[in-house]
């Protein structure tokens, strides 16, 4: 399976190689590894509908966890070869849909490779490696939005599908760290298996829920997939109808037979979460006027549905589920075909311009009209058993408080979904109010070959459900090992459920006979923000925050960064020091008189550079802290270091004076009081603090130090009696390499930048 | 250790901290000349009281530690070699602007102005 | 393997001294730096091949016996690093020998970049505390000289903050040298770690958070991290970017040592912890507020420190491996994100996303080059910076220090956030139609360039596809962290 | 260069420097057993050049050190590094010091080790970055 994902990446580099020689042609180059994919996966179809999945393990990183373990089980071979299936037609459809432009070959290969990550994530049996592929799809999916990038919305739509799944995503991973831990395992088939039940199982899975409401675009994360619908539409068909908005589906689909009851909240949240989101999408849908924003929001509202119908986590619903999931990806792809087809020959999709289109394009109307009849669920097309036993379910009862909510939600949500299944197809192919005369052209057999198809098998399923049957029930039974003996049905007699199925499709065709009101009184209802200005005002929040952020912290001032990090220096130490530190038993003040005397003189010429106010005065006293320290050094036993410190001064000084004759004799600007006093706490808080320090990490020592050792080998093994200059040449001779490399360095430097010229002098 | 040793030490950073929180690169470098010196006298004042000079001539007493005496030295020798090159610095600063002032970062203040909103991206 | 063991160190500075003396002969300092760092770069894949089968190879300098001679040492943790940072001393100088800016300065250039080479691998290898303390003011001259290359007035201002903020650390390094040695009489790493193990506790935590806060300027961790985006960004694009692979690294490098090495018995830590989640945070927003590619850039580079300090603080196998496999992989692809943005603004005469737009559509392999380092630095599947996440997040929560792991995990968002500002600023859009750079840009090699980031960008990919391997080598390179012993049985005589 | 400059200090000076520069140089030879050795030799020997600075500016120090300062610095660092490399290219570690003897017209033979040449290059580069100072900083061209 592994070969499949690395063939999609192999024609995703073969389309972006290709692209510019073959213009659109290069989608039929790119369909060839979703084709051979469909071939597959038809050839293991027998034995893992027969209920033996086949297993592939490839260690990655084991020790992360990382194993690239593939499994291929019914359900993984229905989602996938819708993955597969619906990615042949749609490449096929865009090699006629595309012009030749520079973005083509991009486009393809961006197709492809998310068709390949799609996959992954279907036959993915690995948590990591599903997050892996996951925010593969999210990556592709923001280019592909983007694809058209001179355009300020295309960019814009981008980003939030890229921020609202990829944080979701994120959220996610943080859910399967906690999951594998919790199970000791990252593998999916042992973890539902087995499922853990320890404290941090009820985050994971909310963490996790995070990701997949906000892929599969629930409320209230559903925002930015109306925004994706500037991709162009052979990518709005397949990512955000077909395919990747199901991954979200499919996961609660993998995760709810095993934790739907054993965890509290995951029914209760995910049912209403669903239904909230299916009530909500088909509202929306029964006002929009572009036909891609109504089969977006109704791309909404049906994931809603599968949502709902998944997260129950029964085996009736779960059935229910796969059925819908399979019909909805026909119809939808067809549909979203359909509108590409008609803004491509009529030259707009919005309903107000268009009308009675079945006289100009008969056969795409015809293809439109049985997707849009299967999608309001009327009988002999393929959702009407799926949604009968959806309803079934929902009937049945036995989920105490949320049966009724259940069955009004769902009841409620199909009637919405056929209120506007009706307005698009009346609106825009049968009747239509802008009854514009359209002089559309009949289109190319590409662009219509692949949603007949669809249309095709909306018409088969619905005939003969048998044919249905044979890959939704292996793809329950995968989910639910006890889900045997459930099958779809074309008549199941008079029962409770085809009378739901009546009261949703004639509340439907009210709602679309009174569809005017029904906008007017959303127009009156609207009181929640729309979720694409909450996420625009997050993001100004957020920008705003990290200007005030990056204001406050990184002011650009020297003084206040040298002071943070000194302050920084004296207080993380300091709260140890004074909690615990111990001063010294024995003091001595002084050894002798002339160190006496010889400090204070050197504490005056420090105060003398603090307060002086001429350059040469500064310096001068600079000089003579230098000097007082070298008299220090010779008293305290140290005379190469005081020649060292007397000739280093000497030449200082020098130094200075050759810079500070070119500049002004006194110091400029005179200092605010306030920053003159701050100034003078920070400093005499590090002068405390220093000594402090100083005098408790001498009371600290316990041992001699390892000077015994230099005094003891110096003559004898170096050959010198000058012992710090032994260690100097000899013991610690890297320290005097390193020493003067600093020196040359600096020599280089001093010279380069002296030398330079200077450019821009004013 | 000897206390005011330690003192002059303390007074040393103190003095080299408040000519540092300046904006005259002049008084800054001074300011970390002075810190130097504090710290050569702190690390020669860890290695314990003071003694004779660490020269091996067979007599007997005290001898100084002789290993902060090498590492102040190669310390002193370090700030040194930077010290000049700070300098150089300075030198072509003031080519360059006539001054020795240290500017804030151009950057950091239009982003602090944005942020009050006194200006926009 | 002894012998091998100066020579990361010392051919450098060898060949820096040659480089000097050939001032005038640009072709032959190239071949001299090329040459050199290539063997230097042998020489430490053979030091982590016997590092990682006999648990480290150390030396005394001038055969010394230990608390006397000072001490190399290249344990695992020391040779990964060194390893994968020589790579990129040689890959940047082959960029650099493409580039226009570096190019007009070669005399000065090379010679100081090889004395760049010396300090870096000579703060990894030595196991004394001056020494470090020496390699450190190398490397840092070093970077001064290279920061003020061409000596621009922009350069020349934020350089000033740059040596003083770095003069200032240096001073504190050498007070916390001088208090530490006052405490314990010692500057050897591993005597250290045995005397001041011995310390009262107090005393031995105020040693030890002053080395961290002297580290953590030099790693531009919280509070700390100022300088770094006002200095790097003005610097030529070569020497950016290997300041912002190797600089800061060195500086985590010395604290995670420091930390576990010295005061192994005060973490883990919650401060660190705070520090970590605090400079994950405040870097991040900090990148998000500008709008140009290496200020940017600069500002993740503190984001992304927070991430290998979040190892530190964890303190656990585990999230010690996490940080050394981060710092592996930052190393490489914060390399690859500034010779990208160079070459960004190589061809669009700008790294402003004001002024440029659409080089997508002019340079598509650019824009593959930048994709593929920006998306491994938000920590995306399946670049390197999602293993190395994932090491991370996974110890975050097996030491159920879930707080950090949550900052760690909206940062890595924002992080995707700013990313996606650059490319959709940069890459997308119509194309801009800026006149290509003004002064030099004549002489810029734009195919080494070009081949050194593409280079780079695969070993990104390579680190991620080896993930395996490179985590259990940070693994065993992360519990020999944890015991200290091992180390200081080798070094001190018994 | 200086058209006012001193006669009597251009004496002193003619006189003072060559004495500094042997003081220099004993300073450094006798560092291994007395106080003294490259650091301060080297710091002697600028200072000597300093003087030559007060006397006529850099022009003058350019006359009394023939020689590029680089050259001195790269002579330096090399003779220090290559001194390194002796002990360590004979079987032993880097730096190890070897035991000299050399024959000195005058002084007869003096034993060492190899810490002496070490100790030249430290000088060097001293000598070397003073020089280097005195030509740039206080060169008078860049008003």
């Known amino acids: ?157 981008a980003l939030h599908a890229l921020l609202v799944t990829g944080g979701g995503g994120l959220a996610m991973l943080g859910g399967f760290v906690l999951l594998g831990q919790e199970a000791g395992t990252y593998r999916l088939s042992e973890i539902l298996a087995a499922p853990p039940s320890g404290g941090l199982v009820g985050p994971a899975l909310a963490l996790i829920l995070v990701g997949a409401f906000t892929k599969s675009a629930q409320f209230p994360f559903h925002g930015w997939l109306p925004g994706a619908m500037s991709a162009p539409t052979p990518i709005s068909a397949y990512l955000h109808s077909a395919t990747m908005v199901k991954a979200g589906v499919y996961l609660i689909a993998r995760l709810a037979p095993a934790f739907a009851a054993a965890v509290a909240f995951w029914r209760p949240t995910v049912v209403l979460v669903g239904l909230a989101t299916m009530l909500l999408g088909g509202w929306r849908a029964l006002r929009e006027t572009d036909l891609k924003l109504l089969l977006a929001y109704g791309t909404v509202s049906q994931l809603g549905f599968m949502t709902t119908l998944f997260g129950v986590g029964l085996p009736e619903w779960t059935f229910a589920g796969a059925a819908i999931l399979l019909t909805h990806a026909l119809f939808k792809a067809a549909l979203f075909m359909v509108v590409g087809i008609v803004d491509h020959q009529a030259g707009t999709r919005d309903l107000r311009h268009l009308g009675v289109l079945w006289r100009a394009l008969p056969m795409t109307a015809a293809v439109a009209v049985v997707a849009a009849a299967s999608m309001a669920g009327l009988p002999l097309l393929a959702t009407f058993p799926a949604k009968e036993f959806a309803f079934e379910a929902a009937l049945h009862g036995g989920l105490g408080r949320l049966d009724p909510v259940l069955a009004v939600g769902l009841v409620g949500g199909s009637a919405l979904t056929a209120a506007y299944a009706f307005r698009f197809a009346w609106g825009a192919f049968i009747g239509g109010r802008g009854a514009q005369p359209t002089t559309a052209k009949p289109p190319a057999r590409a662009l219509l070959g692949p949603a007949l198809v669809l249309s095709a098998l909306s018409i088969a399923l619905g005939v003969a459900p048998v044919l249905a049957d044979k890959v939704v029930a292996p793809a329950a039974q995968a989910l639910h090992a006890d889900a045997s003996g459930l099958h779809l049905a074309l008549w199941h007699g008079i029962t409770s459920a085809l009378v739901a199925s009546a009261i949703a499709v004639g509340v439907g065709v009210v709602l679309f006979v009174r569809r005017y009101a029904v906008v007017r009184l959303q127009r009156r209802l609207q ?121 280093v001064e000497t030449l200082a000084l020098v130094i200075f004076v050759l810079v500070l004759r070119h500049l002004p004799e006194r110091f400029g600007g005179s200092p605010s009081r306030r920053s003159h006093v701050l100034r003078l706490a920070v400093a005499g808080i590090v002068g405390v603090f220093v000594t402090a320090f100083a005098l408790v990490a001498a009371a600290a020592r316990t041992g001699e130090s390892v000077s015994e050792e230099f005094l003891a080998r110096s003559l004898p093994e170096a050959g010198g009696r000058n012992v710090v200059n032994v260690i100097l040449v000899d013991f610690r001779a890297i320290d005097t390499l390193g020493e003067i490399t600093v020196l040359g360095v600096a020599a280089l430097g001093v010279a380069a930048l002296v030398r330079t010229k200077v450019d821009d002098d004013t | 250790m000897i206390v005011l040793l330690a003192v002059t030490v303390g007074a040393l950073y103190a003095a080299g901290v408040y000519l540092l929180l300046q904006r005259t690169l002049t008084r800054i470098v001074i300011g970390l000349a002075v810190l130097a010196h504090g710290a050569n006298l702190l690390l020669l004042l860890a290695g314990g009281r003071a003694g004779r000079a660490p020269i091996v001539d067979g007599e007997a007493g005290r001898v100084a530690d002789p290993l902060p005496q090498a590492l102040a030295l ?48 | 393997m002894r012998v091998l063991l100066p020579l990361p160190i010392v051919l450098p500075l060898l060949a820096a001294g040659l480089s000097l003396a050939l001032y005038r002969h640009v072709r032959l300092q190239r071949a001299l730096g090329i040459t050199v760092l290539g063997a230097v770069l042998a020489a430490s894949v053979a030091l982590l091949v016997e590092a990682d089968t006999t648990g480290a190879v150390t030396t005394q300098v001038g055969g010394w016996p230990a608390p006397v001679g000072i001490t190399l040492v290249a344990d695992r943790f020391a040779a990964l690093v060194l390893v994968v940072s020589e790579a990129m001393l040689l890959a940047v100088l082959v960029y650099a020998i493409g580039h226009p800016g570096t190019r007009d300065h070669a005399g000065v250039f090379h010679p100081v970049y090889l004395v760049l080479a010396a300090g870096v691998a000579g703060s990894f290898l030595t196991g004394d505390l001056f020494n470090l303390f020496v390699s450190f003011e190398v490397m840092l001259t070093a970077s001064y000289v290279l920061l003020t290359l061409g000596g621009a007035r922009d350069q020349v201002r934020t350089a000033m903050t740059y040596v003083v903020v770095s003069l200032l650390a240096s001073t504190l390094f050498v007070t916390a040298v001088a208090l530490i040695y006052a405490a314990t009489g010692t500057v050897n790493m591993a005597d250290l770690s045995v005397r001041l193990a011995e310390l009262d506790p107090a005393t031995r935590q105020a040693l030890g958070l002053l080395l961290l806060v002297v580290f953590g300027v030099k790693a531009a961790i919280f509070p700390l991290f100022f300088w770094l985006p006002d200095s790097y960004p003005t610097a030529p694009t070569p020497v950016t970017a290997i300041f912002a692979g190797l600089l800061t690294k060195v500086g985590v490098y010395a604290i995670i040592r420091s930390q576990t090495l010295l005061f192994p018995s005060d973490g883990p830590s919650t401060l660190i912890l705070f520090i970590a989640g605090a400079t994950m945070l405040v870097g991040v927003l900090g990148a998000i507020a500008q709008n140009d590619i290496k200020r940017i850039l600069s500002f993740h580079i503190i984001s992304q420190i927070g991430y290998m300090v979040m190892g530190l603080g964890l303190f656990t ?79 975050g929560m097996d030491a159920d220090r879930f707080l950090v792991v949550g900052v760690s995990l909206v940062v890595s968002l924002l992080t995707l956030f700013s990313m996606t500002k650059i490319w959709a600023g940069v890459f997308w859009g119509r194309p801009s139609s800026v006149a290509r750079a003004g002064a030099g840009a004549g002489a810029a090699r734009v195919p080494l360039m070009t081949g050194a980031t593409a280079l780079l960008a695969a070993g990104s990919i390579a680190i991620a596809l080896a993930a395996g391997p490179v985590y259990d080598i940070s693994r065993r390179a992360a519990a020999d962290l944890l015991t200290p012993a091992i180390l200081v049985d080798k070094v001190l005589p018994r | 260069m200086t058209p006012e400059r001193s006669l009597i200090l251009h004496r002193a000076v003619e006189v003072v420097f060559p004495i500094a520069l042997v003081f220099a140089v004993f300073l450094l030879f006798a560092g291994h057993n007395a106080p003294g050795g490259g650091f301060v030799g080297g710091l002697v020997a600028g200072a000597a050049f300093v003087l030559r600075y007060v006397d006529g500016g850099s022009t003058e120090v350019r006359r009394a050190a023939r020689v590029h300062p680089e050259t001195l610095v790269g002579t330096g660092m090399a003779m220090a590094a290559i001194t390194g490399a002796v002990g360590w290219l004979g079987g032993g570690s880097f730096l190890e010091s070897r035991k000299l003897s050399i024959d000195l017209p005058l002084l007869g033979t003096a034993k060492t080790t190899t810490s002496l040449p070490f100790d030249i290059g430290v000088m060097l580069v001293v000598v070397g970055l003073v020089v280097m100072i005195l030509r740039t900083l206080g060169s008078e061209s860049h008003k």
Do not use: C
């Open chain 1, 1 to 157: 399976m592994l070969i499949l994902i690395l063939l999609h990446a192999l024609a995703a580099l073969t389309a972006l190689a290709l692209g510019r020689r073959l213009g659109p042609r290069v989608f039929l180059v790119a369909a060839l590894a979703p084709l051979v994919s469909v071939g597959l996966l038809a050839g293991r179809a027998p034995g893992v509908l027969d209920g033996r999945p086949v297993d592939e393990a490839l260690r990655w990183a084991p020790s992360l966890g990382l194993v690239a373990a593939f499994r291929l089980d019914g359900f993984a071979l229905l989602v996938g070869g819708l993955v597969a299936g619906i990615g042949v037609l749609v490449m096929v459809y865009a090699s006629a849909y595309f012009h030749r432009g520079p973005a083509v070959g991009r486009a393809a290969a961006l197709l492809v490779a998310f068709a390949g990550a799609m996959l992954g994530i279907v036959l993915a049996d690995d948590l990591l490696l599903i997050y892996v592929f996951w925010e593969l799809t999210s990556i592709t999916s923001y280019l592909l939005i983007g694809i058209e990038d001179q355009k300020g919305s295309a960019r814009a739509a």
């Open chain 1, 527 to 647: 009181v929640l923000p729309p979720a694409s200005a909450v996420y625009a005002r997050a993001i100004e929040r957020l920008l705003h925050g990290a200007d005030l952020v990056t204001g406050f912290v990184q002011n650009g001032s020297l003084p206040i960064y040298l002071g943070v990090i000194l302050l920084t220096a004296v207080m993380l130490p300091a709260a140890h020091l004074v909690a615990g530190g111990s001063l010294p038993q024995q003091w001595v003040v002084a050894e002798t008189p002339m160190q006496a005397l010889v400090t204070v003189l050197t504490i005056g010429a420090a105060i003398g550079t603090a307060v002086a106010a001429r350059r040469f005065v500064a310096v001068l006293f600079l000089g003579g802290v230098g000097y007082g320290v070298a008299v220090l050094f010779v008293i305290q036993g140290a005379p190469d270091l005081a020649l060292t410190q007397f000739l």
């Open chain 2, 74 to 121: 190669t310390a002193i020798v370090i700030a040194f070699g930077v010290s000049a090159f700070l300098l150089a610095l300075a030198h072509r600063s003031r080519r360059q602007t006539h001054d020795d002032i240290v500017q804030d970062d151009v950057e950091d203040r239009r982003i602090a102005r944005m942020a009050r909103g006194e200006t926009h991206r």
């Open chain 3, 317 to 395: 196998v585990a999230g010690l491996a996490g940080a050394v496999f981060y710092i592996l992989h930052h190393i490489v692809v914060k390399t690859t994100l500034f010779l990208v943005g160079g070459l960004v603004e190589h061809r669009a005469g700008s790294g402003s996303l004001r002024h440029v737009t659409g080089l997508l559509h002019r340079t598509p392999l650019l824009a593959v080059l930048f994709l593929v380092p920006a998306l491994s630095l938000a920590g995306l599947p399946p670049f390197s910076g999602f293993a190395a996440k994932l090491a991370l997040v996974q110890a």
